[in-house]
């Protein structure tokens, strides 16, 4: 018997067996009818109205509990699911006849429009919170502008600028305690205010009662300061008071919820009662079905008595064709899953012999266009795969395949081989190609562009940033200079990778007085090693041809840098400035705005600062008022440093600062041991770079000048 008539045996049997079985359950179902029809229509209507409000009110106690827990800093969520929720509601009692139901649900339905409406005063006061926070920062912000313009026009006029400062200092840590005044708050959420605010010290109130306290001490202040002390102090009431506003709504809002919760509990309950009572009526309606059922099921036995001997007859006609049949789906799931099987060596008969043959002929393809793919993979681009008839698209396919990775493998070959001898100008063919081969030679092309055009750019960039840094070196004086008989003098300058701005000079005036100055550009770059250049010009016209002072030489220089620099090159960088001149009897005249001098006094064994009085160079067009004359002395022995921020602004490896008083702490060290002072520089160069593990992110400038003695001289 062939597969044909199997599988039509096989399904004459089922179609059979399934008929008598379809009349019997019809029948059976019948006698069911009539039971659910008597015993079950008269409670069904109730136990789907029931369902389906408990459904309901199961759902919108979950809505209402996701607007409880997200409702606080979220108006969205009331002014959208709110209302919907108190419409779900109105649906829930308009489908429900229960009156002690509707009863309950308008309870529920008042307390939840109450509980939204709390909620969104809740936030109604918290927003009023808010802006009242941004009302109090916008003023403390204002008042920082008028104390920082003030401390400019002080700093401008040279008047004292102490209690300014020590206000600025105190704005900022009133800055902080309304931070975290704001913090707090934050992270309090609506939990603290659930509680009863006597019990307890309120942390918001708290922190802004000593806030306010410390905020009195503007009311004595100028009058545009204090007016903004008034301001900041009236905020802190209205704030205070709208924290007690937001307690007291907020412990509202948790004994609203706590009775909302008995109403809650009461739905339920009420609920749960309803169900039991439709549970016994329905129970007693199932014993009457069981009864039914018991006698449908000794029917249905003994139908299936009857035809069991169709379906064994069935299942061993099945069990003729299971085993070929296994074998072919085994065979054909391994082979969909890229898992190769092996050739099928069983016997079969009829058609199963035919369709083990032709899976078999599937299973040797699979196998060797397998072995080519691994072939392909291995580098072999040189195969020549076998078609198997002129129809043979797969192979076919295979064959142009192969050509053309090796194509595009040779021609990649050819283009890496002359970039690697340093050519180029050589370019792969990308018309040879199309599609995504073309794309790949057509971006190795572009490599190849943007290579070379980098490699340009890189080696043109370099050279010119050679040629400032060397401009930069070559104009600064000599590291050891014997310029004045009176002194010992050692500088020299360690330039950063970028070119810098720092500057320094050492010299004589036209009358043959000793003549040092130092400065500092802001920034890197070509443009501020510019700028030095123009200074270190202008400063050496202006002290060789013009009989001045110290003052009236950083006036003439700033004037002829602002010229330049605004004027002309429209650049804003300013710059560090201090001129020095020897007056004689080691008495020294300096002017202008640069990092304090330091003197090591040989008597004392310690440093002495001394602080620069001025405004920076390039700030504006006229420093007339704002530059004075001052005088230091040096005794003999007595060793003067001048240095830029390169130096006192290194970092170590955990980014902390050198600061001033490490510096003077390394030069102490060293002028203690009455070294020659190239010595001394070096050493101090050294310490430096120990502590920036020589890592230099700005020039590093040091001049040491040194007041001989008289054994010296």
């Not at 912000?141 to 313009?149: G, M, R």
Request: aromatic fraction near 6%; proline fraction near 2%.
């Amino acid at each position: 018997m062939g597969i044909t008539s199997k599988l039509l045996l096989i399904n004459s049997l089922i179609c059979a067996a399934f008929i008598v079985i379809i009349m019997v359950v019809f029948f059976s179902f019948r006698h069911v009818e009539n039971v659910l029809t008597t015993s079950f229509s008269l409670e069904t209507h109730r136990i789907i109205e029931n369902s389906n409000i408990t459904r309901e009110l199961i759902r919108i106690l979950s809505d209402m509990n996701l607007i409880l827990n997200t409702f606080y800093e979220n108006d969205d969520v009331l002014a959208i699911k709110g209302p919907h929720l108190s419409h779900e509601v109105e649906v829930l009692l308009a489908s429900s006849g229960d009156n002690e139901m509707n009863r309950s649900l308008r309870r529920f339905k008042e307390h939840l429009e109450k509980i939204l409406d709390l909620c969104e005063r809740v936030n109604r006061i918290r927003r009023k919170i808010e802006t009242l926070h941004e009302k109090f920062e916008s003023t403390l912000i204002s008042l920082d502008h008028i104390v920082a313009e003030r401390l400019v026009e002080l700093i401008v006029q040279g008047e004292a600028t102490l209690d300014l400062e020590q206000l600025s200092r105190m704005i900022g840590g009133w800055r902080e305690s309304f931070i975290r005044m704001k913090l707090q708050l934050v992270r309090l959420g609506l939990d603290h205010f659930l509680e009863d605010e006597k019990n307890h010290n309120h942390p918001v109130l708290t922190l802004a009662d000593d806030l306010q306290l410390r905020l009195r001490t503007l009311t004595a202040s100028e009058p545009a300061i204090s007016e903004h002390g008034k301001a900041l102090i009236q905020l802190l009431n209205a704030y205070k008071v709208s924290i007690l506003i937001f307690h007291q709504r907020a412990k509202s809002l948790g004994e609203l919820l706590e009775k909302n919760r008995h109403e809650k509990e009461g739905l339920l309950l009420m609920m749960e009662n309803a169900d039991r009572r439709i549970l016994k009526k329905t129970e007693d309606a199932t014993e009457v079905l069981t009864d039914l059922i018991d006698t449908s099921m000794g029917i249905n036995l003994f139908i299936f008595l009857s035809i069991l001997p169709m379906v064994l007859l069935g299942g061993m006609t099945a069990y003729s064709i299971k085993k070929p049949i296994g074998k072919v789906i085994e065979t054909i799931r391994r082979l969909s899953k890229g898992d190769l099987p092996e050739v099928i060596q069983e016997e079969y008969k009829g058609e199963f012999e035919q369709v083990k043959e032709y899976l078999n002929l599937l299973i040797r393809a699979t196998d060797n266009v397998t072995q080519i793919a691994e072939d392909i993979v291995g580098g072999n681009t040189v195969i020549l795969v076998q078609e198997r008839s002129v129809n043979d698209r797969l192979m076919q396919a295979l064959n142009r395949m192969i050509q053309r990775v090796d194509s595009i493998i040779q021609e990649t070959k050819r283009i890496i081989q002359s970039v690697g001898k340093g050519r180029m100008d050589v370019r792969g063919n990308a018309d040879a190609f199309e599609g995504g081969w073309q794309e790949l030679v057509s971006g190795i092309n572009d490599l190849i562009d943007a290579l070379s055009r980098e490699v340009s750019t890189s080696a043109a960039l370099n050279q010119e940033m050679a040629l400032a840094r060397d401009i930069q070196t070559c104009l600064l004086p000599p590291s050891v200079t014997t310029v004045h008989p009176e002194f010992e003098i050692a500088a020299g300058m360690l330039p950063a990778d970028e070119v810098g701005g720092d500057f320094y000079d050492i010299t004589r005036d036209s009358d043959g007085h000793l003549r040092l100055a130092i400065g500092d550009v802001s920034g890197h770059g070509v443009t501020p090693g510019l700028i030095m250049m123009m200074a270190q010009t202008v400063h050496a016209c202006v002290i060789r041809n013009v009989d001045s002072d110290t003052r009236d030489a950083v006036i003439k220089v700033n004037h002829i840098l602002y010229d330049n620099v605004h004027e002309r090159l429209k650049e804003t960088h300013f710059m560090t400035f201090n001129a020095l001149k020897y007056l004689g009897d080691g008495r020294f005249q300096h002017a202008g705005a640069h990092l304090r001098i330091i003197l090591y006094r040989r008597e004392s064994g310690a440093c002495e600062l001394i602080r620069t009085r001025g405004v920076y160079l390039n700030f504006k067009k006229d420093i007339s008022k704002s530059i004075k004359n001052s005088y230091f002395q040096l005794a003999e022995k007595d060793i003067m440093v001048l240095y830029t921020d390169g130096l006192t602004e290194a970092q170590n490896s955990q980014g902390e600062l050198l600061d001033i008083g490490r510096f003077v702490k390394i030069i102490e060290t060293h002028a203690r041991h009455d070294l020659s002072l190239v010595g001394m520089k070096e050493r101090i160069m050294a310490d430096v770079l120990t502590w920036c593990n020589h890592k230099r992110e700005d020039d590093m400038t040091l001049v040491i000048v040194k007041r001989k003695g008289g054994e010296d001289g």
